[in-house]
């Protein structure tokens, strides 16, 4: 159901909540991983987003903001209620559309359906709307016209692998998430592909290998 560039995306969000031992996972996590993925940084750019400006935003709302596990109580980050919620609500449009693949675009769309998150307002303070995203997706409408010297569809940005980097390097290009694994035993990649399009639970593998997981309908 998820694609494999947002299952990476996915990931990316997981470990950066890991690394800097947040207790719980959360929207933010996740758009601060979309807005350094390849396809994210299109769609955000596409519907008029300063990428350096969100990614700034997102990261200092993650340092000061989310709640972090206390020493000597280490554990997974726990998923919120509305990242839950994004999850299935991205679901649940892929499904009406009658597509297989939630991509980064289904999950920018709900995240923008969850008004009282810091993600959905710091995306709405750049006046980026629900439906900007949706026609961009959809039909490849965007906000910004596209340079003369750039080919449609150029990649935006470093990808997704750069977003544990911004917060200790702000050079272009400068990756942090390779450095996160070397200094963890969070593995590079996950298995997040749900088992059922039906919105069943998908199943991975947590950082010791046990089988876990992500839960594709809200819950309380």
Same mark, same amino acid.
Request: glycine fraction near 8%; charge should be neutral.
């Given at each position: 159901?998820?694609?494999?560039?947002?299952?990476?995306?996915?990931?990316?969000?997981?470990?950066? *909540?890991?690394?800097?031992?947040?207790?719980?996972?959360?929207?933010?996590?996740?758009?601060? *991983?979309?807005?350094?993925? $390849?396809?994210?940084?299109?769609?955000?750019?596409?519907?008029?987003?300063?990428?350096?400006?969100?990614?700034?935003?997102?990261?200092?709302?993650?340092?000061? /903001?989310?709640?972090?596990?206390?020493?000597?109580?280490?554990?997974?980050?726990? $998923?919120?209620?509305?990242?839950?919620?994004?999850? +299935?609500?991205?679901?649940? @449009?892929?499904?009406?559309? +009658?597509?297989?693949?939630? $991509?980064?675009?289904?999950?920018?769309?709900?995240?923008?359906?969850?008004?009282? /998150? @810091?993600?959905?307002?710091?995306?709405?303070? +750049?006046?980026?709307?629900?439906?900007?995203?949706?026609?961009?997706?959809? @039909?490849?409408?965007?906000?910004?016209?596209?340079?003369?010297?750039?080919?449609?569809?150029?990649? *935006?940005?470093?990808?997704?692998?750069?977003?544990?980097?911004?917060?200790?390097?702000? +050079?272009?290009?400068?990756?942090?998430? /390779?450095?996160?694994?070397?200094?963890?035993?969070?593995?590079?990649?996950?298995?997040?592909?749900?088992? /059922?399009?039906?919105?069943?639970?998908?199943?991975?593998?947590?950082?010791?290998?046990?089988?876990?997981?992500?839960?594709?309908?809200?819950?309380?």
């Amino acid at each position: 159901m998820f694609s494999a560039a947002l299952e990476i995306v996915l990931t990316i969000a997981y470990r950066e *909540a890991v690394s800097r031992k947040h207790a719980y996972l959360t929207l933010e996590h996740l758009l601060y *991983a979309l807005a350094h993925d $390849q396809e994210g940084e299109r769609i955000l750019a596409a519907c008029g987003a300063d990428l350096p400006r969100l990614r700034k935003d997102l990261n200092d709302y993650l340092e000061t /903001s989310v709640e972090a596990v206390r020493r000597g109580q280490e554990r997974e980050p726990e $998923q919120t209620a509305a990242f839950r919620r994004v999850l +299935q609500t991205a679901v649940l @449009h892929v499904q009406s559309a +009658q597509r297989l693949e939630v $991509q980064a675009g289904d999950v920018l769309a709900a995240i923008l359906q969850q008004p009282k /998150s @810091h993600a959905a307002r710091a995306l709405e303070a +750049q006046a980026i709307t629900r439906l900007d995203v949706l026609e961009y997706i959809a @039909h490849g409408v965007s906000k910004v016209p596209a340079p003369e010297d750039s080919p449609a569809g150029a990649p *935006a940005g470093e990808g997704a692998e750069g977003a544990a980097a911004s917060r200790d390097d702000p +050079q272009p290009g400068a990756t942090k998430a /390779s450095a996160v694994a070397r200094s963890s035993n969070i593995p590079v990649c996950m298995s997040l592909r749900p088992v /059922s399009v039906a919105g069943r639970p998908g199943t991975g593998r947590d950082s010791a290998g046990r089988s876990r997981k992500w839960p594709l309908r809200g819950g309380p």
